[in-house]
């Protein structure tokens, strides 16, 4: 393959990784709060409407993207309400909002164009602007790569870096890793936890409605029903496998990314394209058992080291291992709760 | 100078229960001040209510001399009371200097200064001899240690007087004596401390003064001087009315459960049953007392099946139990009063009826082709609503509806009726009232008297094990320390010297008892 493919695959990589990129960090914040973060999908979906409709209105490029950014952190807001203050379930509130937000943006595009699928033929909005690297012209495949591309995919790695920053380094940050691994410590050297709460899942609706905003601005030029296709969810897995770790949560999105590609390259042969199209979802399942395989493992082995050591000690049986099989149980009965088992296991 | 005094608290919870009345005691600057007495006998609520967590209904609290109102954790805190729990507030993922400066950080340029998180608490750590690294992960700690984290959180946000609840519970011997240096250290800064125990020998080691409670009453304050183990002991354990249940005396026949130098680790490794051995026969009760946390419900719930044990065997009617279902146990003889009537004992959000057949639902005698006879379980069910006078509106009533005394009727219902010929009674008159218990303890003895059944009671109440019992052990650390082959004449003084650590009996003097 010559250096001129490789560079337009990888540069069609970065593209596609560019949503779940925003899906994985709006999940990972969550997961760093202890949260479940499965409402991605619609902070994307209301941000991809809600920024071609302000775009459309106001005829600014960047109140649209504004418009997006909002629409995003007022679906996480909503949540947020729900299960903070209202006290609901918070697996059921996502799923309602979610199921809501599928139709809700159908129909609000009716409303406000008489079109049931697409704002192509009636909202005239623009793209966000590509950004041009000229010192990045002559340098063989990661020009091609980095060259020209939207401004919101250099922004997905800034994101990600700065998101880094936030969790390690600031203040709330701390406060944000400290409620997610034992809130009553938190709460006992008065870090409101409710609070706590509120501010994830704004910072997590604003990823999100950025990640859809560049589905319609970016991506595409208009919003298309149900466009977001299950992004939402593999940007959650992709900050599962690493535990919430921004930059890990980046990598991993695009590997996703690597898998969105070749199907985009496979739809262009003659492969079937129903089987291709369902390449990137196989592919987080398998990543996905991967992942939890190779946790167990290490779970394992860290059980039977702890088991040596202690048989080491004179007058002191080699057990825990058996008693430890129910907090194997709990890494591989879900991603999340790892984190939790993890830490309350010490 | 005095640092804090607690005058003339009253608790009393909305459902009745007097946990403190009119408790008065003070802490000087530079004490430590022991807070001793059974469980239950109001310590933790006395301490909830000077952390903030509890509002007294009488009482005033004064600290350094001015009388104070303090109204949550943080308010405590902030009027310098600390307090170190039992189960460790730690974030485990993080370090020590973080955990420490968690909520009150430095910043420098919008973001966390680690130098100087890091700095403050190796200077708090150094100051105080704890030998901590800061830089540690919290999670790869020693007990030990973690607790000293939680040590220093109080002291970095300024604490003047340390609430330590049982610190020793979860600290090896070596652990233990660091511990006292370290507590003895930050009396000569100045600091008071509280320290709640039960360890006779640990209070008269390290404390100044203290103040003994006991059913939520205050039995006093002394200085440590004026006392010794005994009579320390004297003043914790003791009952306030005398309780007789007439009995005939045992005729004890073949044996039923066999515990065979049973031994048991706890999730963390350490031993909690060590090498325990008895026989229960047909036709008695045998008692085991000790103050709660020593083992017991390591011993309930090996001998019923609920966890595996790591040593020795468990015979039930000359079978090992061991690698067995609980339902096959149950079948070849076993019944369980659970201390937790709530999650094991019953299911609370079904009726009692379902309850009562739940242990019997799929016997044939009680099934009509794949279904349950519906016609026999209502008449079972009714008789023993009626016959242990169970209030409730009728048998297809949810269980948590009912009062605690009434839920414990229909457990206690449903296991001696299940045709076991061993029931382990693992506190069963925990929080019932006084009528229940009375009748609970009484049907128990019948059953076994008239039926030869065999019983194991664990019970923390004094009054239940001397009457109920016509054996007697005594475990303590997770062993057997004392036998007695009459229940009865066994004097509360006594068994209290033994449950608190001040007497052992050897291996020759329980030969045969056991």
Not at chain 1, 161 to 178: D, E
Not at chain 2, 228 to 234: I, M, T, V, Y
Request: proline share 3%; aromatic share 6%.
């Amino acid at each position: 393959m010559s250096a001129l493919r490789i560079g337009s695959f990888l540069y069609s990589v970065l593209r596609l990784s560019t949503p779940l990129i925003f899906a994985a960090l709006s999940a990972a914040i969550c997961e760093k709060a202890g949260l479940f973060n499965m409402a991605a999908e619609s902070m994307m979906l209301w941000g991809a409407l809600i920024g071609v409709m302000v775009n459309g209105w106001t005829g600014s490029v960047w109140l649209g993207f504004l418009g997006g950014c909002c629409a995003g952190v007022v679906t996480g807001l909503l949540i947020a309400l729900a299960t903070v203050k209202g006290k609901a379930d918070l697996m059921l509130a996502q799923i309602a909002i979610n199921l809501a937000s599928s139709g809700g943006t159908i129909f609000m595009l009716y409303v406000v164009t008489g079109d049931k699928s697409t704002s192509a033929m009636t909202i005239k909005s623009q793209s966000l602007p590509k950004i041009a690297l000229p010192f990045l012209k002559n340098v063989p495949v990661i020009g091609r790569m980095l060259n020209n591309q939207n401004l919101l995919t250099y922004g997905a790695i800034l994101a990600a870096i700065l998101l880094m920053i936030f969790i390690k380094r600031s203040r709330t940050g701390v406060h944000i890793r400290a409620v997610g691994e034992n809130p009553n410590a938190a709460e006992s050297v008065g870090i409101s936890v409710s609070k706590t709460y509120f501010l994830t899942w704004a910072i997590s609706g604003l990823l999100g409605g950025i990640g859809g905003v560049f589905m319609s601005m970016g991506y595409t030029s208009a919003f298309t029903k149900n466009m977001v296709a299950g992004r939402g969810y593999i940007g959650l897995c992709a900050s599962s496998m690493v535990r919430g770790n921004p930059i890990g949560a980046m990598l991993c999105a695009m590997v996703f990314g690597v898998s969105d590609a070749i199907a985009n390259q496979l739809q262009l042969t003659n492969a079937p394209v129903d089987l291709v199209m369902m390449l990137p979802y196989a592919v987080t399942i398998i990543v996905l058992i991967i992942i939890s395989v190779i946790k167990i493992r290490t779970h394992v082995r860290k059980i039977k080291n702890k088991a040596s050591q202690v048989k080491d000690q004179p007058g002191i049986l080699p057990a825990g291992l058996s008693l430890s099989l129910d907090s194997l149980y709990g890494i591989a009965s879900g991603p999340c709760s790892a984190a939790a088992a993890g830490g309350s296991s010490v | 100078m005095e640092a804090l005094k607690m005058e003339n608290i009253t608790k009393i919870y909305p459902n009745g229960f007097v946990a403190n009345k009119g408790i008065t005691f003070s802490v000087q600057e530079g004490e430590i001040h022991a807070l001793v007495g059974e469980n239950g006998a109001g310590k933790t609520t006395l301490m909830k209510v000077l952390f903030g967590m509890e509002q007294p209904q009488e009482g005033r609290i004064y600290v350094g001399g001015k009388q104070v109102k303090i109204t949550s954790p943080l308010d405590a805190i902030a009027k310098g009371v600390g307090m170190v729990h039992q189960h460790f507030m730690l974030v485990p993922s993080m370090t020590v200097a973080q955990n420490v400066t968690l909520g009150i950080e430095p910043r420098k340029h919008g973001l966390v200064d680690n130098e100087a998180c890091v700095k403050m608490t190796q200077q708090l750590s150094d100051k105080y001899q704890f030998g901590l690294d800061a830089t540690a992960t919290v999670s790869e700690l020693s007990v030990g240690l973690m607790q000293k984290v939680e040590i220093l959180k109080a002291l970095a946000r300024g604490a003047k007087v340390l609430i330590l609840d049982e610190p020793t519970a979860v600290l090896t011997p070596q652990e233990t004596k660091e511990l006292f240096e370290q507590l003895k250290l930050l009396k000569k800064s100045g600091h008071s401390v509280i320290f709640i125990s039960h360890k006779l020998e640990e209070v008269m080691e390290l404390c100044d003064n203290v103040t003994i409670l006991r059913h939520g009453y205050c039995n006093g304050s002394y200085p440590i001087s004026e006392l010794d183990e005994r009579k320390l002991s004297r003043l914790m354990v003791g009952r306030d009315v005398i309780l007789k249940i007439e009995k005939p005396d045992p005729k004890p026949g073949k044996p039923v459960l066999e515990v065979k130098n049973l031994e048991k680790l706890s999730d963390e490794g350490k031993v909690v049953l060590d090498h325990i051995s008895f026989t229960i026969r047909e036709g008695e009760v045998l008692g085991i007392a000790g103050v709660e946390g020593n083992g017991q419900n390591y011993l309930s719930d090996c001998i019923s099946g609920m966890q595996k044990y790591d040593g020795g065997d468990v015979l039930l009617n000359g079978k090992s139990i061991s690698g067995r279902k609980i339902s096959d146990i149950r079948r070849s003889g076993m019944s369980h009063i659970p201390e937790d009537r709530m999650t094991v004992g019953c299911v609370s959000t079904m009726s009692i009826m379902d309850n009562v057949m739940a242990d019997r639902f799929d016997r044939p005698e009680n099934m009509k082709g794949i279904f349950l006879d519906q016609q026999k379980a209502i008449a079972q069910t009714d008789a023993l609503i009626k016959e242990f006078e169970i209030s409730c509106d009728d048998r297809s009533e949810e269980i948590r509806l009912l009062s605690g005394g009434n839920i414990q009727k229909v457990v206690v219902a449903r296991e001696f009726t299940s045709g076991a010929n061993f029931v382990l009674a693992n506190q069963p008159t925990r929080g019932v009232d006084v009528g229940t218990a009375e009748m609970i303890r009484k049907y128990l003895v019948r059953q076994v008297r008239e039926k030869q059944i065999a019983s194991l009671l664990i019970s923390a109440d004094l009054n239940e094990v001397l009457e109920v019992s016509d054996r007697l052990l005594v475990i303590r650390q997770g062993k057997i320390v004392a036998a007695f082959s009459k229940a009865s004449m066994v004097s509360e003084d006594e068994l209290g010297e033994y449950m608190l650590g001040i007497k052992t009996m050897t291996p020759d003097e329980m030969e045969g008892l056991l």
